[in-house]
């Protein structure tokens, strides 16, 4: 088995019920968040989910898919990337 | 990990447009030789074909994943003067048209290696070649020549650059905007990314992956932070963001080596701007203090961006090749478009310049009559810049065709427009006939 680590980052409008739709769409796609934290910058609400997932099981563009489909109902910018790139640029 | 670490590398990529600018698989044709130019061509193209057949593929997917800009995909291959020799054909059009059936076929943004290395002397290929160019470059989109005119060991060999003046005069009056596909370079290294000056050279492996990082904004921004502070601090500024940067290049070119099952090479610690607002790197040493780049001081500053990003890049990779370091390039920098625009900037300033950073004249357009002599004494200046300073220097400079100073010559997308700058119009031409090669340098008897 091979886990997928990677940042999720969620940006928009405070509304109610945002980290609900997140970590529910998160469990369908079998995406467990092992990080979370959130805060206002900007007058945006901004959070961060730290998911892995069993690279066998669901694929990258899989979930991308299923966040970009999230992002379009609720109007949120949400991106994924592959935690590895952030490991590279910020640990020596 | 820290969510500060987190939003700030998000920011590096979607505010500051920290991108890779090129993903360059280097690939030798040398098993590709034959006294056959037909089938010399067919083996080119079935070789390249394959080994680079995944390269888009893999790229879009690292841009995808990790959610970093990939901006180009390009192919370097051994220089063709090489390559062709072998074969009886007099011109070489024919392989310029093979290399861009290649990158068609595999979605690849350029190919170089249109390329011919006469520093001391020309072998038959590299004449024929050289006479090539202003059709080959002229029909092709895709294609990139370069020829090597001089280098600290073997000093200039002025009648490569009594040529080179012609042939890029010859293939403004073809078509101007093809000129940004040549460039003549003194001390053109072997293992370079970026275009048009790349090409696979003889001592690589039989495939390579470079990579070619960018990311001028981030440094601007990272500056913004400690304005009216020492230059020490500038100094150490530049080279922390510019450690961040080449942790990215270094990163992308192990995750692309390893999925194309091909060695990783060199990562080229450049910051490659491009026109669009906030990515330039005029906008750098003006941030550092100059109302404008071209003011007095552009050059020390530059001297210091240059130094900077080296230091702060060389703990960040395995391995540092190209040409590494700050490009000034105008057109494709909005901050130095202005400038020349406004005046501020001429071209002996940015000769001067060149003498500081990597590459040299760059992107630069004269007016339509400059003589071929003219540019051959610019080709003469930067060279002897490279020689005696043991550094790359290259010319790119676009006649512009029916042009005056003022005028502007565009090139689009990422290549930008260029205002047309004046030239000095005295008369080089009787230093430039006399041909025959410069010696090299004393400092260059190393051994």
Known sequence: ?92 | METKQILDTIQMISEEKLDIRTITMGISLFDCIDSDGEKARQKIYDKLTTSAKDLVKVADQIESEYGIPIVNKRISVTPISMIAAACHDDNYVAYAQTMEKAAETLGVDLIGGFSALVQKGYQSGDRKLIASMPQALSETKRVCGSVNVGSTRAGINMDAVKQMGQIVKDLSEIDPVSCMSLVVFANAVEDNPFMAGAFHGVGEADKVINVGISGPGVVKRALEQVKGESIDTVSETIKKTAFKVTRMGQFVGNVAAKALDVPFGIVDLSLAPTPSQGDSVAEILEEIGLESVGAPGTTAALALLNDAVKKGGVMACEHVGGLSGAFIPVSEDSGMIKAVEHGNLNLEKLEAMTAVCSVGLDMVAVPGDTSAETISGMIADEAAIGVINNKTTAVRVIPAKGKKVGEQIDFGGIFGYAPVMPVNTNSPAKFVARGGRIPAPIHSFKN
């Open chain 1, 1 to 92: 088995m091979q886990t997928m680590k990677a940042v999720i980052t969620v940006i928009g409008h405070d509304q109610v019920g945002i980290v609900a739709k997140v970590s529910q769409r998160l469990a369908t796609l079998k995406v467990n968040i092992t990080d979370i934290s959130q805060t206002l910058m900007h007058g945006d609400f901004t959070m961060m989910l730290m998911g892995e997932w069993n690279d066998q099981d669901v694929q990258f563009e899989v979930v991308k898919q299923g966040l970009q489909d999230l992002a379009k109902e609720t109007g949120l910018s949400i991106n994924i990337q592959r935690q590895e790139l952030f490991d590279a640029i910020q640990k020596l």
